[in-house]
Nanobody, 120 residues
C-alpha cells in the first residue's frame, strides 16, 4: 500500500513537498519513485530512487525536484522547488524491484495520487 500526500495549490516559483507512506510490507529493497499525469496527457515518469540512494529524474525537473527516501520509515519524498504551471498534475507514488520497469510505468505497486496545482 502506498499513500501519497502533500499536494496542494501553489503559485509559480513556489515549493511543495510530497510524501509517500508505504505500509503492508517493507520497501527497503525496492526502487521507489513518482509519476504524474496532467489532464488530457499521458502518465509521465518524474523521479526514482533505489535502495542505495541512486536517483534518476526526467529532464524537465532536473535542478528543481529532489527525491529522497527514509527506509526506516518506509517512506519516499519529493521536494519540488521553482514550480511551474506545467508541473500541474496528479502525482503518484510507485514502487518496483527494477528501475527499468519502474521508469516504463510497469510497477508492482501504484499508490493513489495527490493533486498538485501551480498557478501562473
Amino acid at each position: 500500500q502506498l499513500q501519497a500526500s502533500g499536494g496542494g495549490l501553489v503559485q509559480a516559483g513556489g515549493s511543495l513537498r510530497l510524501s509517500c507512506a508505504a505500509s503492508g510490507r517493507t520497501f527497503s529493497n525496492y526502487v521507489m519513485g513518482w509519476f504524474r499525469q496532467a489532464p488530457g496527457k499521458e502518465r509521465e515518469f518524474v523521479a526514482a530512487i533505489n535502495w542505495s540512494g541512486g536517483v534518476t529524474y526526467t529532464n524537465s525537473v532536473v535542478g528543481r525536484f529532489t527525491i529522497s527516501r527514509d527506509s526506516a520509515k518506509n517512506a519516499v519524498y519529493l521536494q519540488m522547488n521553482s514550480l511551474k504551471p506545467e508541473d500541474t498534475a496528479v502525482y503518484y507514488c510507485v514502487a518496483d524491484p527494477r528501475l527499468t520497469t519502474l521508469v516504463r510505468g510497469t510497477v508492482d505497486y501504484w499508490g493513489q495520487g495527490t493533486q498538485v496545482t501551480v498557478s501562473s
